[in-house]
């Protein structure tokens, strides 16, 4: 049962130590007045239909999915959202009072948002161009299909993976673009958005080459480890707008936070600043 005025809430994942959303989910229960909690859980893969079982005891009002778990969680659903469907994904849960699980998929809902708060004018009328196939880049494609883009490509070192979205989710608003012909991408984007792991501490940089991009294009990189990455410190040389990953990160979990508790939330310069300082640690 998860009707009492005590609230709990969840991330599991394996693992899951180094999670943001804590903070973040601990934040707007305090800013909001909800008494509660929100924990990060490491689950394993073997143990997560135990766990699927101990959330409707403990009565979480819901929990947040991240890595290994985002697919395999699916079968233990009672219901699916439509884009959570489409996306072949889950990210959040909502238990409801009788027990019955609904899965949502509120990543790419997450980017649009985040991208439209930060640069309201965007340039919708022009095409957008996205890097990188894999659940992240299914889930921006899925978001940006959502807006009156006219046309989303997508470029991806894998074409084959690539071309799996946008036969999937395309309804023929997607193009595929080879990963050597990227720069073709650039010159017709308004927007551009890495979805690929390059830039992230760790990992090679993006070689992307922005001089033929338009002086309107925005350039929005997933990443948030490190916060600005050569191609968004690349970008801004360049006097182009440029998101930065931690927004999409924040309102995916504010509409996770709505599913659950019924309340608007957003990202405040609060949340911004304990956020920034938990990544700088
Ligand atoms: P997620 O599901 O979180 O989006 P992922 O499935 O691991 O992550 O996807 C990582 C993305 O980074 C993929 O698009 C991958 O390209 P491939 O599909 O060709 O593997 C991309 N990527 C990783 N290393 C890369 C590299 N060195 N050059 C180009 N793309 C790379």
């Given at each position: 049962?998860?009707n009492?005025?005590?609230k709990k809430a969840?991330?599991i994942?394996y693992p899951?130590?180094q ?7 601990k934040?707007w ?9 929100y924990?990060a859980?490491?689950?394993a893969?073997?143990d ?5 079982d ?6 979480l009002?819901?929990f ?7 697919t395999?969680?699916?079968p233990?659903?009672d219901?699916?959202a ?5 996306m072949?994904?889950?990210?959040t849960v909502?238990i409801?009072?009788?027990g019955m ?13 985040h991208?439209k708060?930060s ?7 022009k ?5 990188g196939a894999?659940g992240?880049?299914r889930?921006?494609?899925l978001?940006?299909?959502t807006?009156n883009?006219p046309l989303v ?14 036969r999937?989710?395309?309804r023929?608003?997607?193009?595929v ?17 890495n979805?690929t792991?390059l ?13 033929s991009?338009g002086?309107?294009?925005v350039?929005?990189?997933i ?5 600005e990455?050569k ?7 360049r006097g182009?707008?440029?998101?930065d990953?931690?927004g999409?990160?924040v309102?995916?979990?504010a509409?996770?936070f ?18 920034e300082g938990?990544?700088?640690?």
């Open positions: 049962m998860n009492s005025a005590y969840a991330v994942g899951i130590a999670s943001l959303s804590p903070m973040m989910h934040h229960m305090q800013q909001v007045g909800i008494e509660g909690e924990e859980i490491e689950v893969p073997d997560l239909i135990a766990f699927v101990e959330a409707r005891r403990i009565g009002s819901g947040n999915v991240t890595v290994p778990h985002k395999a969680i699916v233990y659903l219901k699916i439509p884009l959570a469907k489409q072949g994904a889950v990210n909502k409801a009072a009788d699980l609904s899965g949502f998929n509120t990543d790419g809902i997450g980017l649009v948002k991208l708060s640069v309201p004018g965007y340039p919708s009328d095409p957008a161009l996205i890097l894999g992240a880049a889930a921006a494609a978001g940006l299909l807006e883009i490509m997508i470029t991806n070192r894998t074409r084959e993976k690539a071309e799996a979205i946008a999937d989710i395309g023929g608003r997607m193009a673009v080879d990963w050597n012909a990227r720069m073709d991408g650039v010159s017709a984007a308004g927007v551009i958005v979805t792991v830039g992230m501490n760790g990992q090679p940089a993006l070689d992307l080459d922005l001089s991009a002086k309107d294009t350039v929005y990189d990443v948030y480890k490190p916060l990455t191609l968004l410190a690349a970008a801004r040389a182009l707008r440029t998101v990953g931690l999409m990160l309102h995916q979990g509409a996770a709505k599913i659950w508790f019924g309340v608007d939330v957003g990202f405040d310069a609060e949340l911004r600043e304990k956020l938990a990544l700088s640690c």
